[in-house]
């Protein structure tokens, strides 16, 4: 079946310094979607890419999607503390169902 | 805003007994998602429901079991409760495939099997 790889599983970094978080498809998507998932809180979507070469800001949150929709990143300029959390990516294969396989997420941990 | 609600944070179960977990949802969303979370393993999908009555296998169906009599309601029933059915439950719903909106997801139920 569809896998999802998502790296890194941890990143730990100094309040101001970039995050950069990796997903990558075993299939090619129908589209990818992001979400944030905040200590002690439930997935919030934040995003979702369809085109291929696409390219989405959020404020400080870029978030990109490969030439061949297999791969997917999430760049956030200059953590804050408010940035902490686990950002998860989920791929859509597309098909009459609409089911996402989720990576495993990144915990995002920031030292003010 | 969609709201999904769950209908207990937290449960305490034993072993061995038949355990219900509610989500409603209020949006009138078709889709319906039973997920459960474990440290390491990210979100793992269970059951998934795209209409009334209808409902899917995820990729962990094994020893729970789902009910969805009416679209708003989609109910996660663990027929005999294990230890290793201890987890975090996370409920879903979405509209089918809208390019602005992904899965809303509910607050969550922590399930501890003793």
């Known amino acids: 079946g569809q896998q999802v790889m998502q790296i890194p599983q941890y990143q730990h970094v100094q309040e101001g310094e970039d995050f950069t978080t990796y997903c990558n498809s075993s299939?090619?998507?129908?589209?990818i979607q992001w979400y944030k998932q905040r200590p002690g809180g439930h997935p919030v979507f934040l995003i979702q890419?369809?085109?291929?070469?696409e390219v989405k800001k959020q404020k400080r949150l870029t978030f990109q999607f490969g030439e061949a929709k297999k791969n997917s990143s999430l760049h956030i300029t200059a953590t804050q503390t408010t940035d902490v959390g686990t950002y998860f990516c989920?791929?859509?294969?597309?098909?009459?169902?609409?089911?996402?396989?989720f990576g495993k997420g990144t915990l995002l941990t920031v030292n003010p | 805003d969609v709201k999904v609600t769950q209908s207990s944070r937290y449960l305490v179960k034993r072993t061995g007994e038949k355990v219900f977990l509610e989500c409603v949802q209020d949006?009138?969303?078709?889709?319906m998602f039973w997920y459960r979370q474990d440290p390491g393993l990210g979100l793992r999908l269970i059951y998934f429901?795209?209409?009334?009555?209808?409902?899917e296998k995820g990729d962990i169906p094994e020893g729970y079991s789902v009910s969805r009599e009416k679209k708003e309601r989609f109910s996660l029933i663990l027929e005999s409760a294990s230890t290793n059915q201890t987890s975090m439950y996370l409920c879903?719903?979405?509209?089918?495939?809208?390019?602005?909106?992904?899965?809303?997801f509910g607050s969550g139920t922590r399930l501890t099997v003793v």
């Open positions: 879903a719903s979405s509209l089918f495939r809208s390019p602005n909106y992904g899965y809303t």
């Open positions: 890419l369809v085109k291929s070469g």
């Open positions: 949006m009138d969303h078709e889709n």
């Open positions: 429901s795209y209409d009334v009555k209808m409902k």
């Open positions: 989920a791929g859509d294969s597309g098909g009459s169902n609409y089911k996402l396989t």
């Open positions: 299939t090619t998507l129908s589209n």
